[in-house]
């Protein structure tokens, strides 16, 4: 594990549950010691890279304090230590979206001490297909602009899968756990706990679908799924995670195996 990843990820496990003067700390550059990050190439800006990670922390804690879910690459790349694009959150009813929207900038201004008009969750786009009902927002505060994917609770159709187990993870009140996915029941095929090791060492586990899977797929629904499989194992391997195993088909396999099953059929028939 390289010693900013390391860094990194104590930090976040301590901005888990950090009381407000300890979030002001590292959001002004003051942290103690066994707080700073180190490690880091020089041409990377920290003051930025810890208000952003201070300002999407409490976003989520917002969101788990009030029954909604982190889910998705932001639960992966925290427990990581991993530089994250966006955050996901889900949550049980539109009621709840709004209730978390109004009480968003003065849950800021308590625990970071800004001022909540300095804070915005602005909505950029409502009803995003993917694979739910999803609300497009983007989190501006100061300098900073991250985005942010507001979704409905429920069982998740596969479409896309999650591209690896860890992909699979969500953060709740109850810690961090498997998110309930509508897809092969053999998964996931690890516990919790073993998935985190790996990610504290940047390792993950590709997941590829299962015969199953690709079974209930269109043909334009496997082609979509193999390119994100694809493009997400890409991605993240040059981001620093490395992928110790595969489960699962890859397209070509399930296609090996369908197109045998057909020369059988036909040739018994015949």
Request: aromatic content about 8%.
């Given at each position: ?202 390792c993950d586990v590709l997941r590829r679908p299962t015969l199953e899977e690709w079974e209930r797929m269109s043909a ?51």
């Open positions: 594990m390289s010693l900013h990843c390391q860094c990194l990820r104590t930090l976040r496990q301590h901005l888990r549950t950090a009381h407000a003067a300890e979030l002001q700390q590292v959001l002004h550059g003051t942290a103690p010691p066994e707080l700073q990050l180190r490690g880091f190439p020089t041409d990377v800006d920290l003051p930025q890279l810890l208000q952003r990670d201070v300002l999407a922390m409490v976003l989520c804690r917002l969101a788990v304090l009030q029954d909604g879910e982190v889910y998705g690459g932001f639960v992966r790349d925290m427990l990581a230590g991993l530089h994250w694009a966006d955050v996901d959150l889900s949550f049980a009813s539109e009621y709840a979206i709004t209730k978390f929207k109004q009480t968003l900038p003065l849950y800021f201004e308590m625990l970071l001490g800004l001022r909540s008009h300095a804070v915005q969750l602005v909505l950029l786009h409502k009803g995003f297909p993917y694979p739910t009902k999803v609300y497009r927002h983007e989190l501006r505060c100061q300098t900073h602009v991250i985005p942010v994917d507001i979704s409905f609770h429920g069982r998740v159709h596969c479409r896309p899968l999650p591209a690896t187990l860890a992909s699979g993870l969500r953060w709740t009140h109850a810690g961090v756990q498997w998110r309930p996915l509508d897809c092969d029941p053999s998964t996931p095929l690890t516990s919790v706990d073993e998935i985190a090791a790996l990610l504290r060492d940047q334009d629904e496997r082609r979509a799924a193999d390119s994100y499989v694809r493009s997400k194992k890409a991605a993240l391997s040059q981001r620093g995670l490395t992928f110790v195993a595969e489960t699962g088909l890859s397209l070509g396999e399930f296609e090996a195996l369908t197109h045998g099953s057909e020369a059988s059929a036909t040739t018994a028939h015949a």
